[in-house]
């Protein structure tokens, strides 16, 4: 019989297992974790079995014949510890691990208390790490995630796997990004798209935009609203959107995670480049019969 994982993705909500957490610490932790994750990968999380959270994926094949999948990066808020599993090489995973902060090791996992026991900075380092090990070892979609930094919004954000897609605003952009790809609308009136990426530059141009998505149905099931929004200090525009803010201006089920009794659900928070960090959001109907809801 071929070998099966048996640690898989399932359909389970990331939001509604956190929020089962009775912890009221390791709850605040885990919601901290997967934003940090999320802007560090660039990934939608994903439920792996009944109690790991991960982040994009790739393909293994050892030499015994076993193979599957498994996260590119992943934690689990268990009732002991924070658990993070890490595939890092030998060497660098030491040198890390002397900067984290008060843990405790185990094959492949790295068991910490409370977040505040940990410098989150290299806990960032040890992601992308983990991430680069996985692309050196077994290539594939690992290997998208390494992209440097210099690298197209486009490229980065895998753009090309997208249909039909629409940028907005792009002259607000810091760089030409979109130089490569060979079409898109530069407006949402014809018809339902895969993608649409926006800029804005303040929280009611964001909220304008995810409400008029909503309320004209633009997605199409499965598909993803990208908005660019101007961070804290950046030196390009006088304006800027507080992270904090996104989800209660938009009424975010905290539960859910979707904008009110919408089908428009959070799925990534990126950072793009030292002006613009990226908030993305997934239409999570999977039959086409299933509308997103008007709520405004």
Given at each position: ?296
């Amino acid at each position: 019989m071929a070998y099966e994982p048996k640690t898989k993705p399932t359909e389970v909500s990331v939001e509604k297992f956190i929020e089962e957490i009775q912890q009221p610490q390791k709850k605040e932790d885990a919601y901290t974790l997967l934003a940090l994750f999320a802007e560090v990968t660039g990934e939608e999380a994903k439920m792996w079995g009944p109690s790991i959270i991960g982040f994009g994926k790739y393909h293994y094949r050892y030499a015994s014949g076993h193979e599957g999948d498994a996260p590119l990066a992943a934690f689990s808020p268990r009732k002991t510890a924070l658990t993070f599993y890490f595939m890092l090489p030998d060497g660098k995973r030491e040198e890390l691990l002397a900067k984290l902060g008060k843990h405790k090791t185990g094959k492949g996992c790295v068991y910490v208390n409370k977040l505040s026991d940990i410098d989150t900075a290299v806990l960032k380092e040890m992601i992308r790490e983990d991430i680069a090990h996985a692309t050196q070892l077994y290539g594939g979609e690992a290997a998208d995630k390494a992209l440097p930094a210099s690298a197209s919004i486009a490229k980065r954000l895998g753009f090309e796997k997208f249909q039909k897609r629409a940028v907005l605003g792009k002259e607000r952009a810091v760089a030409d990004d979109f130089a490569e790809l060979d079409s898109y609308d530069t407006d949402v009136d014809a018809g339902k798209y895969d993608l649409i990426f926006s800029y804005v530059l303040t929280l009611e141009e964001l909220k304008a935009r995810v409400w008029d998505t909503i309320n004209h149905d633009r997605l199409n099931p499965e598909g993803y609203l990208y908005i660019a929004y101007p961070k804290i200090g950046n030196k390009s525009y006088d304006t800027s959107v507080h992270r904090d803010a996104i989800f209660p201006s938009l009424g975010v089920d905290d539960g859910k995670g979707t904008v009110g009794d919408s089908t428009l659900k959070f799925a990534r928070l990126v950072k793009l480049d030292d002006t613009f960090t990226l908030v993305g959001m997934k239409n999570a109907v999977k039959s086409k019969d299933h509308k997103t809801k008007n709520l405004y």
